[in-house]
T-cell receptor
Framework: DVKVTQSSRYLVKRTGEKVFLECVQD?????MFWYRQDPGLGLRLIYF???????EKGDIPEGYSVSREKKERFSLILESASTNQTSMYLC????????????FGSGTQLSVL | GENVEQHPSTLSVQEGDSAVIKCTYS??????FPWYKQELGKRPQLIID?????GEKKDQRIAVTLNKTAKHFSLHITETQPEDSAVYFC???????????FGSGTQLTVLP
């Protein structure tokens, strides 16, 4: 089975801090995605990557950046955390395109105080 | 970009009854429509998907229908069971944007 691992299940940070969320997949998938999940808003795409060192903006990229230095690892960076970034963050991967099955990580619940 | 709307936001059914969740999409070029199930505290998992060259797909108690002309698709669950209780998300894939856009989710509760 594909394993998508997110480094933290719960994270509490202060306003203005730089936050790193890490995601690692073990099945040599080309594509990786970062979503945030908020009640009533579903899953919203922040950034995605189709290849190493490649990134594309999703629907809500403001306030976030990403890094993909290795194929298996996709990091989400909050340059200066704000309270409106308190949310559940979900990483996902797929083999060759977004129109295939996504494998999700277990999520990181981030609270920004 | 693609916009996917999902209804209803909550749905309660008696065990054994059927449940239907509906989604509409805006991008006529979208060609892939998956459904994900998220149980409480767990990660979303794909339960069924349909591509635009097919009008209906079934997998045991679950079926999905697609109407490309009207740009809507639906999830049908028959003979519901308590373990079907979860949040269900529909999604649409836009080839031009190369991304999957999710609906806002439906909390399904199956009452014993």
């Amino acid at each position: 089975d594909v394993k998508v691992t997110q480094s933290s299940r719960y994270l509490v940070k202060r306003t203005g801090e730089k936050v790193f969320l890490e995601c690692v997949q073990d099945m040599d998938h080309e594509n990786m995605f970062w979503y945030r999940q908020d009640p009533g808003l579903g899953l919203r795409l922040i950034y995605f990557s189709y290849d190493v060192k490649m990134k594309e903006k999703g629907d809500i990229p403001e306030g976030y950046s990403v890094s993909r230095e290795k194929k298996e690892r996709f990091s989400l960076i909050l340059e200066s955390a704000s309270t409106n970034q308190t949310s559940m963050y979900l990483c996902a991967s797929s083999f060759s395109a977004a129109n295939e099955k996504l494998f999700f990580g277990s999520g990181t619940q981030l609270s920004v105080l | 970009g693609e916009n996917v709307e999902q209804h209803p936001s909550t749905l309660s059914v008696q065990e054994g009854d059927s449940a239907v969740i509906k989604c509409t999409y805006s991008d006529s070029a979208s060609n892939y429509f998956p459904w994900y199930k998220q149980e409480l505290g767990k990660r979303p998992q794909l339960i069924i998907d349909i591509r635009s060259n097919v009008g209906e797909k079934k997998d045991q108690r679950i079926a999905v229908t697609l109407n490309k002309t009207a740009k809507h698709f639906s999830l049908h669950i028959t003979e519901t069971q308590p373990e079907d209780s979860a949040v269900y998300f529909c999604a649409g894939y836009s080839g031009s944007a190369r991304q999957l856009t999710f609906g806002s989710g439906t909390q399904l509760t199956v009452l014993p």
